[in-house]
């Protein structure tokens, strides 16, 4: 599976009208919209799961496409880089004699 980045999305579009859509092009395995954790509001942006296979005919055929009056962006997802964690700190301060 692959996942494809979906972005300018109207703020209402929902998990089942973006799955159909792309349905229509291939196999849906999952559809993830993105809220806002604060306000719990869309974003506009989301994830679609899809078939390896299919991720250039959905690029193709979607990119571009209007949904509520925005020109969908529709591209392979990236994985975020990983960050070390805290990123490490100083060492201790010792004491001066």
Sequence with gaps: MKKLYVGNL?????????SQMFGQHGTVHSVALINDRETGRP???GFVEVDDDAVQTM???LDGKDLGGRALRV??????PRTGGSGGGGGGGGSRW
Excluded: L
């Design 75 to 80: 591209n392979e997802a990236q994985d975020r």
């Design 59 to 61: 690029v193709q055929a």
């Design 10 to 18: 109207p703020f209402t579009a929902t998990d089942d009208q973006i």
């Design 43 to 45: 974003r506009g942006f």
